[in-house]
C-alpha cells in the first residue's frame, strides 16, 4: 500500500495538517477539492463586519520573520513593497511563508504600475493597497489593473500562476476578481480633497490614510496629530464612510489607534516589526546598563 503523505490545506481554506493515505478515494477527493478552490480572501470579508481588524506593518522583507509575526495573533500583515527593500520573489517567499496561519496578508506595491499589479496578483496576492491615490481616475486604473478584459486590463498568466493554482481551479478567470481586494491609499491633501470621488469607484473595497506622508504634505512633517492634520484625517474618515467602504489607518501610538477606532476606522495598523524589534533590543540593554529603555511609539513609522 502506498505511505500516507503530509498534506496541509491552501490558504485561507483552514489551517490543520492532515496525513492522507493516496489509496483511500473519499480522503483523496475531499484533499484535491480543497487544493483546487479558489483561496478565500479572510480579511476582504472582515472589512464587512463591524469588528475592529488590528495589522502589523511587515518590513523585513524576509519570509522568516514574515512567519513570526504571522504566528502572534493580528487579523492582518502588511508586507511593505514601497518602503522596505523587497521584491516581486521576497513578496512571493513572504506569502509562502504567512499561507498557514491565520493572519492575512496585505501586499503594498511600490506604486500603482498595472504590470507590477500584474505579477503580484499572479503569485497570489489578493488584497493590494496601493499608495498615494490622489483621484477617482487613478482609482478606476487600479481597479481595471485588477481585472481580465473586458472590464479591464490585466494579462493571463495561467498555468504560470501561483493563483490560479497552476491552472487548478476552476473558472479562475471568470471569478477572481471576487476574491481580490482593492485598498487605496489616502495621504495628500489632493487625495483627501478628492476622497469623496475616490472612496466611490466601483471597485475600490476600502482606503487607508497615510498620516505621515498627509502631516509633511501639510507642511507638519512627522506631527500627524496636528489639529490640521486631524481635521482632515477625521474628514477623509467620514467620506469613506459614507460611501459604504471600510476605512483604515496607520497609528502605532496607542491614543492615537483608539481615537481612530471611535472616529470609525475598521482596519488599523496598531505595530511596525522593525520598530518592536528596536524597543525590544534597547528595552533588553537597559536592564544591564544605564541606557534609555526605549523609544516610545512612533506616530508615522
Not at 489551517?15 to 483523496?28: D, E, G, Q, T, V
Not at 486590463?153 to 476552476?170: E, K, N, S
Request: aromatic fraction near 6%.
Amino acid at each position: 500500500m502506498p505511505a500516507p503523505v503530509l498534506a496541509a490545506t491552501s490558504p485561507g481554506a483552514g489551517r490543520a495538517i492532515h496525513l492522507i493515505n493516496p489509496a483511500m478515494p473519499a480522503f483523496r477527493a475531499a484533499f484535491e477539492e480543497t487544493l483546487m478552490k479558489m483561496p478565500h480572501n479572510a480579511f476582504k470579508a472582515a472589512l464587512q463586519r463591524p469588528e475592529t481588524q488590528y495589522g502589523i506593518w511587515a518590513g523585513f522583507a524576509s519570509g522568516y520573520a514574515a512567519e513570526i509575526v504571522a504566528g502572534t495573533g493580528y487579523d492582518w500583515m502588511l508586507i511593505d513593497g514601497e518602503h522596505a527593500p523587497n521584491s516581486v520573489p521576497t513578496i512571493l517567499a513572504q506569502l509562502q511563508s504567512v499561507a498557514p496561519y491565520p493572519t492575512q496578508p496585505v501586499v503594498r506595491p511600490v506604486c500603482g504600475d498595472p504590470v507590477l499589479i500584474k505579477q503580484l496578483l499572479d503569485i497570489g496576492a489578493q488584497t493590494l493597497m496601493v499608495p498615494m491615490v490622489e483621484s477617482a481616475e487613478q482609482a478606476r486604473a487600479l481597479v481595471r489593473a485588477m481585472r481580465y478584459p473586458p472590464h479591464g486590463i490585466r494579462g493571463v498568466g495561467g498555468g504560470l500562476a501561483r493563483a490560479t493554482r497552476w491552472d487548478g481551479v476552476p473558472d479562475y478567470l471568470n471569478t477572481a476578481h471576487e476574491e481580490l481586494c482593492l485598498i487605496v491609499q489616502v495621504e495628500s491633501r489632493a487625495g483627501v480633497e478628492n476622497v469623496e470621488a475616490i472612496a466611490a469607484v466601483e471597485g475600490v473595497d476600502a482606503v487607508f490614510i497615510g498620516p505621515a506622508d498627509l502631516s509633511i504634505g501639510l507642511g507638519h512633517p512627522g506631527d500627524p496629530g496636528h489639529p490640521q492634520v486631524q481635521e482632515l484625517i477625521h474628514h477623509a474618515i467620514e467620506a469613506t464612510r459614507a460611501a459604504g467602504k471600510a476605512c483604515g489607518i496607520l497609528a502605532p501610538h496607542e491614543e492615537d489607534a483608539r481615537r481612530y477606532r471611535e472616529w470609525g476606522c475598521r482596519f488599523i495598523a496598531v505595530a511596525i516589526d522593525i520598530s518592536l524589534l528596536r524597543q525590544g533590543a534597547l528595552a533588553g540593554l537597559a536592564r544591564f546598563r544605564d541606557t534609555p529603555a526605549s523609544d516610545a511609539p512612533s506616530r508615522t513609522y
